[in-house]
């Protein structure tokens, strides 16, 4: 069963999984709220309804382990958090060492570097989010 863990399932995520969802026989997706994920585990994404974690504090829930132990694929789609990847920070262990994992996308958004008032922006420019995380 080809399995896809998507850490971060809003909406950039969201559109990612509704083109290339179909791929993946195992959509699992993680939220920070329970209402949330009550919502998102109802969505038919892909043609089927994620599997639903809460993940967000300072551990990472076992069941979210196991999951990336089975991904064949990993989409982080989480915020930053105090300037750092909190997937990475948590996770980074059970990535690396993820047997079946073929591919990881990281999607983020330009919201980070904030107003550039129509500058060039690429990786090299020092983030300045407009709003601090939700």
Excluded: N
């Amino acid at each position: 069963m080809t399995t896809l863990v998507c850490i971060g399932l809003g909406y950039c995520a969201r559109h990612y999984l509704r083109e290339f969802g179909a791929r993946f026989e195992r959509i699992v997706g993680t939220t920070r709220s329970a209402e949330q994920a009550a919502m998102l585990g109802q969505e038919r994404l892909a043609g089927r309804a994620p599997e639903m974690l809460l993940f967000g504090g300072a551990l990472a829930p076992r069941e979210l382990k196991v999951a990336i132990s089975d991904a064949d694929a990993l989409l982080v789609s989480a915020a930053p958090a105090e300037g750092r990847d909190p997937v990475l920070a948590m996770l980074g262990d059970e990535i690396a060492l993820a047997p079946r994992l073929k591919s990881l996308v990281y999607l983020s958004t330009l919201g980070v570097y904030g107003d550039s008032g129509g500058a060039w922006i690429d990786e090299t420019v020092r983030t300045l989010p407009a709003f601090a995380r939700r």
